[in-house]
């Protein structure tokens, strides 16, 4: 026989053993397997009468002519339900519910018959095939069957490209795939014409990339998973979406609850401050000396839970700017010094002179770690003294190391201790520390901002002798000057009495809180410095004031019921008709959340002063804002 049929034989080995795999171990009952299977078995039998027509032709002499024209119509017409049961998959893997129709599939299903038809009437006609002396030629029908297959390889196609969002890329590839595969096995069959029938091995090679492709359970539980990730994604939306709210809620809550505890620890703080200043016996001022102290442990405790909850909810947020090493560690030895001073403890402060003079990063971050650890050392010290020791090892020309160690003679820490000191809310060696007052807070912030900042801490410790806690972070080297040798300022003996900063009996300014006792506190606090302090209990009486008075500057309260702080600014901003308009208006508000600074003053307020008021912040402010010319210092 002149014709190779391995290829075919091949084929046919191949369809078979992917109907079995799709009936036995794949069948999962869905639409697309059994419309998989059916596209099968019609390339099964159309294969089987490829083969078999070979043979009946080759062998013409021997067999029947009618035979030939039965297997030969027979062959043509389950060809073309091949290609259109391929369309009919594609259909299926977008639209797997059976109950809807296309008018597509009406459209496809009359072609099919017709072919069907066709083929039958044409029997035993040249439209078929003849014979004649060259041997056996093809009818026109012949060319229809590759027409129809090419017109629903073609249909499949444009079906997958106008839903082409129903169809994942692995259902693309995979029909894109098969007809081209088909498409190739058909040109490449005509180009070596009646030789190798390699036409529906190609087929078999598409079936099987779409059988394992598409619809194997791995691949089925693919699309499974892909399904439900696409799903869950919708849930996890809205579960971030649920929780953003509960975080701000939160937030909500905790500057809310900041505000109602600053609001009478301001009254108490202030009232406090105005008994120390104007008594002269010496119990009372101590008595007034215990409850600043206890309002301050208050206040850092307030503090620590705010900037707790804030670092929890991913919202603390650095903000870089210039700053000089020395004022740093000016500030954290003031506050210090004073502390171990009235401990009887020792405070020193030891640096590396070659320290770069200015440097770029979180100085009000890097102040707090600071002022966390030193205030550990003193609380969990009592004889002996505490040293902050500062270093700085180059990284490159504009950046260093900065590299503080906080040291002290305290109660140490057990070893087995210190993998737990930076857990949140963990107290530990609760027999010695049951006096000293703490939330187990400090550390876990102080850990967080470190490693915000990109650095590092670590703390050795030996009980019953001291611990060392060493902070690493990097900075940015501004300018060439060094630090040299810090000095920290001399001794102070004894507590100041109260000075005021500066003296403006000429100075007129507005305070307007919806509190009494706060504007009562403000004004005993301003006493010395003798200015001509007003007071609106509300935003409503601030407006009517300004328009009879000119005022060196104005603070405004934020939480006011009606007309609160802010709309009170926004009217006094937009209102040209009174002599107020270039007046400083300053927020003096309990509102202390992180990032409420910034707030106020991007909204338009010049600045912001939190509550509890310390009176040397306040003057200090003032000075700033008071027209020169009125201050007497
Ligand atoms: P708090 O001091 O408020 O309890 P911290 O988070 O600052 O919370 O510290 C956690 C624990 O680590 C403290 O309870 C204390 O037992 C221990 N600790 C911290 N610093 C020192 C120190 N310098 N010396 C000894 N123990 C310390």
Redesign the pocket.
Known sequence: MKYDLHFSIAGLIVFLLLYIVLCVIYNNGQNTVRRLRELLICLFLADLLDIVTAYTIAYRADVPLWVNYALNSLFFFLEAVSSGAFARYVRFVYEPKKGRRFVTDYINLVIVFAFGILCATSFLTHAIFYFDDKGYHRGPIFDLTFGIGLYFLVFALVRMLQRHRSFSRRQKASIVAFVLIAIAGCVVQFVIPYKIFVMYFAFSIAAVITVFGLETPDSFKLQIALNDLEKSQTELQKAVERAESADRAKSDFLAHMSHEIRTPINAVLGMNELINRESTQPEIRAYSADIADAGQSLLSLINDILDFSKIEAGRMELAPSEYEVKNLLREVSNIIRVRCEDKGLTFDIQNNPTIPARLYGDDVRIRQILI?LLN??L??TDKGGVTLLVESKEISENQIELVFSVK?T????KEEDLKL?FESF????LEH?RKRE???????ITKSLVEMMGGSIQVS?VYGEG?V?TVSIKQEVRGGEVLGVFKKEGTTTGKKKYESLFTAPEARILVVDDVKMNLSVVKGLLKQTRMQVETALSGEECLRMIQETAYDIIFLDHMMPEMDGLETMQRIKADTGHCNQSTPVIMLTANAILGAKEEYLGIGFEDYLSKPIQWKEMEELLMKYLPKEKQIS
């Open positions: 966390n550990n050392a609380k969990y002290d305290g109660i140490g820490i000191l963990r107290r530990i060696d520390n703490g939330t187990g807070l400090g550390l876990n410790s611990s806690f």
